[in-house]
């Protein structure tokens, strides 16, 4: 299972981005789907996350100004990005929860990361 995210760049503060995530591979089937992020000296945090019957969760910190979206047909995942700021730089990790084809459990399989800079 490959993933692979674009979108990231470079934005003025206020302004929005669109990051995509394409999953490819041997899928039978796709649990949830989610953004994470990590900055310079810091954890990974969770942004949001999309379950395969659409329900949706989001971090404190982006409630309201990001919203996360899935199309199941193009193994997509998407996250809108409005009102960015500083605080918003980072480097963005898309994530998945699959079962592939043959296999009985599910896993988990993160993908390369895209750099969203927000300067000010």
């Known amino acids: 299972v490959q993933l692979q995210a674009s979108g990231g760049g470079l934005v003025q503060a206020g302004g929005s981005l669109r990051l995509s995530c394409a999953a490819s591979?041997?899928?039978?089937?796709?649990?949830?789907m989610g953004w994470y992020r990590q900055a310079p000296g810091k954890q990974r945090e969770l942004v949001a996350t999309?379950?395969?019957?659409?329900?949706?969760n989001y971090a404190d910190s982006v409630k309201g100004r990001f919203t996360i979206s899935r199309d199941n047909a193009k193994r997509m995942v998407y996250l809108q990005m409005n009102s960015l700021n500083a605080e918003d730089t980072a480097v963005y990790y898309c994530?998945?929860?699959?079962?592939?084809?043959?296999?009985?459990?599910?896993?988990?399989?993160w993908g390369q990361g895209t750099q969203v800079t927000v300067s000010s």
């Open positions: 994530h998945i929860n699959v079962r592939e084809i043959g296999a009985i459990l599910n896993y988990d399989h």
């Open positions: 591979g041997s899928i039978f089937s796709i649990n949830t």
């Open positions: 999309i379950t395969s019957g659409g329900r949706s």
